[in-house]
């Protein structure tokens, strides 16, 4: 059965993807688009340039990429830009992160030197670990003023690279612990506070909502409450742009929501999950103060909790002790290795371990992912998808829900959901897995 489509064909002219923070993650994305579109590599780890797409019966036989089953933006017509406290253009900033190889970093030179960010709305008392002059940043009376030299960056962006479309990705670094105060409550509150420079604004919040007032897609990689408050959320029905979040679900956290809801499904139960990793990047400094560290901890911690369902399942998962260590150890750079050890439990109670030793590469995991969010949220955008876009789950380490919902973290439901929206989008009938014609029903 075909059903209506919710989106045009054909995605119209150019899309600029602004990413907040030239950093590991953004020049890695950067580099690796610009590599993927000179046919120098392929792209490993993305769902929309790699993964297909069943449609209909099995018996059909019809799997399409996903990127030629729904109008995704082609890589060829993505255009790069960004904001950074720092000066340093793409190319620095790249070698800097010391993620790609002197092989790559060569070839791609005069491309990523073209990339220079533009001036960032900053504070440092929301990233107190930056080394160096911050001294690319703007300086407005109030922060609504910033917020508006935010708008103005984003129009001249759109102007010199004749993009009509933008997504900006918040790749900069984790902020400070923040609560919900009542400056976020309502969008009233919010923009009084702007004018007000509410030192409960986090300049994370100042991008969202640039973004969100233009109507422009926002997705969040890093943790913290950033777009996640409810005066954006307003915001967000008000101008119809889509948001999603919190934090690029890579490293430990995506081994996690794979093998968790593995010994679920088996009914085997957990009774401790220790996990602490070694990683030497700018962003592993920066969750060496405490401050960004409870940011992210609270990030993490969440998952398990969520996928396990304790109070559905007491005799397995109640006792379960849950904990996490992030180390910051220079030597290591982006190669992050992170142990898992996992004391399980099975048939008479047997007690059993598993023990995961990850060789990572932050970055390498986190650029397909915010390549995919950037893609996805435009589509979104063009669909008429205003809010939270719950369907970009699989992504993220903390998945923002709308008031009164839970959050899913298991990667296969997250999946599901994912690749049925895109089915719901192109008028295609969503997949339940359940062959009548074989059940007799
Ligand atoms: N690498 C991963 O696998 C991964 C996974 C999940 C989440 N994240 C999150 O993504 C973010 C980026 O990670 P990274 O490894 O690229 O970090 P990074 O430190 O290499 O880059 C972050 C950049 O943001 C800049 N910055 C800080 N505050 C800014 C502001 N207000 N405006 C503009 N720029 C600002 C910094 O100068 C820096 O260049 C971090 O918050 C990190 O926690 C990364």
Redesign the pocket.
């Known amino acids: 059965m075909t059903r209506e489509k919710k989106i045009e064909i054909a995605p119209p002219a150019k899309l600029g993807i602004l990413t ?9 994305l950067i580099a690796g688009v610009e590599a993927i579109r000179r046919g120098i590599c392929k792209p490993i780890g993305s769902v929309t340039q790699m993964a297909t797409i069943r449609l209909g019966k099995r018996t059909e036989e019809r799997n399409p990429l996903i990127k030629d089953f729904v109008p995704l933006s082609p890589l060829e017509d993505v255009r790069f830009g ?5 000066h ?1 253009d793409g190319y620095k ?1 790249a070698e ?2 010391q993620v790609l190889g002197k092989e790559h970093l060569d070839e791609l030179r005069p491309y990523m030197e073209r990339i220079k ?1 533009m001036a ?4 440092p008392r ?2 107190k670990k ?1 080394k160096g002059e ?1 001294t690319n ?1 703007k300086q407005g009376k109030s922060l609504m003023d910033k917020a508006d030299a935010l708008m103005a960056d984003m129009d001249a962006f759109a102007d010199r690279e004749k993009c009509d479309r933008l997504v900006v990705v ?6 400070a612990f923040l609560e919900q105060k009542p400056v976020h409550k309502s969008l009233a509150d919010f923009e009084k506070g702007l004018k007000d420079s509410s030192p409960e604004i986090a ?2 919040m100042v ?1 969202a909502y640039a973004a969100i007032k233009k109507g422009i897609p926002y997705a969040n ?4 409450l950033n777009c996640e408050i409810p005066a954006l959320q307003e915001l967000a029905d008000k101008t119809g742009a889509p948001i999603s979040g919190k ?5 430990q ?1 995506l081994m996690k929501t794979i093998i968790a809801p593995g010994l679920k499904a088996r009914m085997l139960g957990l009774g401790g999950w220790f996990s602490t990793n070694i990683l030497g ?7 060496d103060d405490p401050e ?1 560290f409870k940011t ?1 901890e609270v990030s993490k911690l969440g998952v398990l909790d969520y996928i396990l369902q304790p109070e559905v399942y007491p005799e397995l998962y109640k006792n379960l002790y849950h904990k996490v260590r992030i180390n910051y150890y220079p030597p290591r750079g ?1 190669a ?1 290795e992170g142990w898992d050890n996992l004391d399980i439990f099975g048939w008479m109670g047997y007690p059993m371990q598993i023990k995961i030793d990850f060789l ?1 590469r ?2 390498i ?2 650029a397909p ?1 915010a390549l995919d969010l950037a893609l996805f949220m435009d589509l979104a955008a063009r669909a008429g998808l205003k809010g939270i876009q719950e369907w970009l789950s699989f992504y993220y ?1 903390s998945p923002i829900v709308r008031e009164g919902l839970y959050p899913e973290h298991d990667l296969f439901i997250q999946q599901t959901k994912l690749k049925n929206t895109l089915r719901y989008l192109m008028g295609e009938d969503l997949i339940t897995h359940l062959g009548n014609e074989y059940y007799g029903f």
Do not use: I, M, Q
């Not at 918040?170 to 902020?175: D, L, N, P, V």
């Open positions: 907040v923070g030239l950093g590991a993650v953004s020049t890695t960004g904001w950074d406290v720092f340093d900033a800097n992160a960010p960032a709305v900053f504070d929301y990233v930056l911050t940043v918040w790749c900069a670094s984790t902020e300049p994370s991008y990689g890093a943790p913290g934090d690029f679900k890579t490293g956290t990047n700018r962003d592993g400094e920066v969750l960004s992210k982006d992050k990572c932050d970055s995991l986190a992912v380490k």
